[in-house]
């Protein structure tokens, strides 16, 4: 018998074997529940996927606002550093001002200084 016409036979046939026969329709019924989900097993396992992914959202969620919190406080460090290190430069500066300008101090301060200038403005 050729494949087109056991498919043919499952089409017509079937059908009919299943309403007149119960218990070729309970045999058949068996072996399907052996291989796929009965509507109730299958409903829970979307039930579960649907909790799976309301859980991962909220997890995810819970991870970008922590994410936000981390960088937030990052942020706010490096502030304090980048006014700590403008606060250091203005106080070296008022300093050397204060040693004298014939010493040739402050041009020596400023040579150690100028440099931090570069680090504080790729920190803004």
Known sequence: MEPAEVTHLLRT??????????????????IMLE??????EFAQMLDELRAFREDTNRRSEELRQDMNRRFEAVDQRFGTIIAEFRSQRLHLSRLAGRLGHGLGIRSIVRARIEPDESIVSLLE
Do not use: A, D, I, Y
């Open 35 to 40: 291989t796929f989900p009965s509507r109730q």
């Open 13 to 30: 046939e079937l059908p009919k074997v299943l309403r007149e026969h119960p218990e070729v329709r309970h045999e058949v019924l068996g």
